[in-house]
T-cell receptor, first 110, second 121 residues
Framework: QSALTQPPSASGSPGQSVTISCTGTSSDVGAYDYVSWFQHHPGKAPKLIIYELFRRSSGVPDRFSASKSGNTASLTVSGLQIEDEADYFC??????????FGTGTKVTVL | QVQLQESGPRLVKPSETLSLTCAVSGVSITTYYWSWIRQTPGKGLEWIGYIHYNGNSNYNPSLKSRVTISVDTSKNQFSLNLNAVTAADTAVYYCARYNWNDVGVGDFDYWGPGTLGTVSS
């Protein structure tokens, strides 16, 4: 199956909000509420921040929120902070015990 | 605190086997499923497969014919063998815990920092 499509980059000033899209198909994102989001600072281990579409992992601030509409899932980071600058990628269950990941988005805090 | 760390040869010749190991600390490897995921320049992130120590496993259909994932409970680690490699298998390989209780769908909740595996003669 094909990777989920994310914009290569997104940016915002401190305190602003940024929204990242993750577009799949009716066979993955559109079919299941099993979409997760990860934050990845290069050179470090990726961190699960959202699972099961909108649930925040333990310790993740409520500035991070997520949703889905049709075949597109979205992650919103509100009140941007310097430490939010990282790569973000999504992952969706694709049926038959299979998973597909997003192409990744680099978030820059201006 | 759950931690994962990948290790293994960084350079493999074409047609040979890429072998990587993931050392797990902070949790017994018998209590969860464990997975490998890779990131290539061309295809981005790609799920490779997962395994439970009881042998229950599942692989990405596109890689299934070349992949074996195994668990060593005595060392609390698990391994990836990818055979007949080509340059297209050059990637950063991540190990991750697949948190699944056999109901619904699980999550990749802890990852290692990744290791670059290069296929080149």
């Amino acid at each position: 199956q094909s990777a989920l499509t994310q914009p290569p980059s997104a940016s915002g000033s401190p305190g602003q909000s940024v929204t990242i899209s993750c577009t799949g198909t009716s066979s993955d994102v559109g079919a299941y509420d099993y979409v997760s989001w990860f934050q990845h600072h290069p050179g470090k281990a990726p961190k699960l921040i959202i699972y099961e579409l909108f649930r925040r992992s333990s310790g993740v601030p409520d500035r991070f929120s997520a949703s889905k509409s049709g075949n597109t899932a979205s992650l919103t980071v509100s009140g941007l902070q310097i430490e939010d600058e990282a790569d973000y990628f999504c992952c969706s269950y694709a049926g038959n015990n299979n998973f597909v990941f997003g192409t990744g988005t680099k978030v820059t805090v201006l | 605190q759950v931690q994962l760390q990948e290790s293994g040869p960084r350079l493999v010749k074409p047609s040979e086997t890429l072998s990587l190991t993931c050392a797990v600390s902070g949790v017994s490897i018998t209590t969860y499923y464990w997975s490998w995921i890779r990131q290539t320049p061309g295809k981005g992130l790609e799920w490779i497969g997962y395994i439970h120590y009881n042998g229950n496993s599942n692989y990405n259909p596109s890689l299934k014919s070349r992949v074996t994932i195994s668990v060593d409970t005595s060392k609390n680690q698990f391994s990836l063998n990818l055979n007949a490699v080509t340059a297209a298998d050059t990637a950063v390989y991540y190990c991750a815990r697949y948190n699944w209780n056999d109901v619904g769908v699980g999550d990749f909740d802890y990852w290692g920092p990744g290791t670059l595996g290069t296929v080149s003669s």
